[in-house]
């Protein structure tokens, strides 16, 4: 079975009610690929997911980024899972570098995330990476190895989980890795699902890149067998988006 072509959207800690509202309008006048070919997901800070979910076209899905480990209670500031399924929302982004390094989420914690948003019914963008120095010292298979088996260990179900690959190195930083290097590292975690799930899961996860992603490199890695959509950051927030889904087409024609 072929794997969906999967294209996120993740605005991070940007926006206004108004550039939020313009952002949508440019979405839903585009002309992309049907729903069958690839399947789109945009992730606004919380404040703004009910304002996206209200007037977003409906052949695309809004995503949080992030949710509470366990269920609601005394955890100021935090957002549950619960609350995310009473608003509707159907995805939610997991275990992203920027927290994993600037709020020190571990590996164990993010499965714990990932579990309980699965229990709960929510469909999970679950991100992996290695950094610069842990590249450069060769060990990139085995870090994210480890990233993917705290992940592994909480899911039972795959079809609402896609992993999404992001070189710490080569987020908002220009860089991006070649795609030959994503290839690569795509290749060895599907080579890592399928010792250590299934052959089955290993076929049908998505396994999508983000860094740096935008309109000029996106069809060449779409091209790649193995990258099955991508993670887009500040991207995301230009109309150079809608070229980014298009890559989609490059895995039909292929």
């Known amino acids: 079975m072929a794997r969906k072509f999967f294209v996120g959207g993740n605005w991070k800690c940007n926006g206004t009610s108004e550039e939020v509202k313009k952002i949508v309008s440019t979405l839903n ?4 690929p049907s729903s069958d070919v690839v399947e789109v997901v945009v ?21 949080a980024q992030n949710c509470w480990v366990k269920k609601g209670g005394a955890f100021t500031g935090e957002v549950s899972a619960e609350m995310l399924v009473n608003l509707d929302i159907p995805w939610v982004i997991l275990g992203h570098s920027e927290r994993r390094s600037l709020l020190n989420e571990s590996n164990e914690f993010v499965g714990d995330k ?38 592994a260990a909480c899911v039972s179900n795959w079809a609402d989980v896609v992993l999404a690959y992001e070189p710490v190195w080569a987020i908002g930083t220009g860089k991006v890795a070649s795609p030959a290097q994503a290839q690569e590292v795509h290749y060895e975690l599907r080579k890592w ?12 996860t998505r396994i999508i890149y983000g860094g740096s992603v935008n309109g000029a490199n996106c069809k060449e890695l779409a091209a790649k067998p193995d990258v099955d959509g991508f993670l887009v950051g500040g991207a995301s927030l230009k109309p150079e988006f809608i070229d980014i889904i298009k890559a989609a087409e490059v895995k039909k024609s292929a």
């Open 114 to 151: 990932v579990a309980y948003a699965l229990s709960r019914g929510l469909k999970v963008i679950a991100c992996v990476g290695e950094t610069l120095e842990q590249r450069e010292a060769g060990s990139t298979v085995e870090v994210v190895a480890a990233q993917t088996k705290a992940i």
């Open 29 to 32: 006048d585009a002309q992309v």
């Open 43 to 63: 992730s606004p800070p919380f404040v703004f997911l009910p304002l996206v979910k209200s007037t977003l076209r409906p052949d695309f899905h809004v995503a």
């Open 193 to 204: 699902l399928q010792e250590n799930t299934s052959p089955e899961v290993a076929a049908t």
